[in-house]
């Protein structure tokens, strides 16, 4: 069964620190992989996307994410966390000729100066 | 300017009164499709469209209907909503019928059933 595995609920960092949200995804297909951010009461912006290629894959917002088949994740990273990146961040999961998207349950970022 | 829209915003509402809750892009795009999002379980689809006239169900359809009768439109419709139907809803679309396409979310649509 598909599922997606956002084992942190809530991540504190301070302003200018490094961050690495994690993701863990279980699919039978090749998956495609994808890190969405949503700001308090907006929609969802993509981030990042995977599908092949290179496994390491940069986003907008000085965001990046690293695909490791072998241990089923797709963690999100930033070098130096800005006060604006306090969000919640979704990972998602889907595959070739799938019409649907599994979500994880989000990992909420606050940022303190 | 592409976006998805979706009214209303917020909505407090009774158990049993229907409501339709809409949905509309100004992108082309084939596929559509709705999520619900509750805490702690993240977003769930509940139907999507591949395109006009052409429906199906996703993993949380119980208590809904959509339809797409124009490429544009895709309407939510709850016909006698319950409190366990109350949650955060957006509205998404994408070019085609492949997730490989990026899907863009609406702003959501607070619904609050009494």
């Known amino acids: 069964a598909q599922s997606v595995t956002q084992p942190d609920i809530h991540i504190t960092v301070s302003e200018g620190a490094s961050l690495e949200l994690r993701c863990n995804y279980s699919y039978g297909a090749t998956p495609y992989l994808f890190w969405y951010v949503q700001s308090p009461g907006q929609g969802l912006q993509l981030l990042l996307k995977y599908f092949s290629g290179d496994t390491l894959v940069q986003g907008i917002k000085g965001f990046e994410a690293e695909f490791k088949r072998s241990q089923s994740s797709f963690n999100l990273r930033k070098p130096s966390v800005h006060w604006s990146d306090a969000a919640e961040y979704f990972c998602a999961v889907g595959a070739a000729g799938a019409n649907n998207l599994f979500f994880g349950t989000g990992t909420r970022l606050t940022v303190i100066p | 300017e592409a976006q998805v829209t979706q009214n209303p915003r917020y909505l407090i509402t009774v158990t049993g009164k229907k409501l339709t809750v809409t949905c509309s892009q100004n992108?082309?795009?084939?596929?559509m499709s709705w999520y619900r999002q509750d805490p702690g379980l993240g977003l769930r689809q509940i139907y999507y469209?591949?395109?006009?006239?052409?429906?199906d169900k996703g993993d949380v359809p119980e208590g809904y209907k959509v339809s797409r009768k124009e490429k544009r439109n895709f309407p939510l419709i709850l016909e006698s909503p319950s409190p366990n139907q109350t949650s955060l809803y957006f509205c998404a679309s994408s070019r085609g019928d492949s997730t490989r396409n990026t899907q863009y979310f609406g702003p959501g649509t607070r619904l609050t059933v009494l």
């Open positions: 469209s591949m395109n006009v006239e052409v429906t």
């Open positions: 992108m082309n795009h084939e596929y």
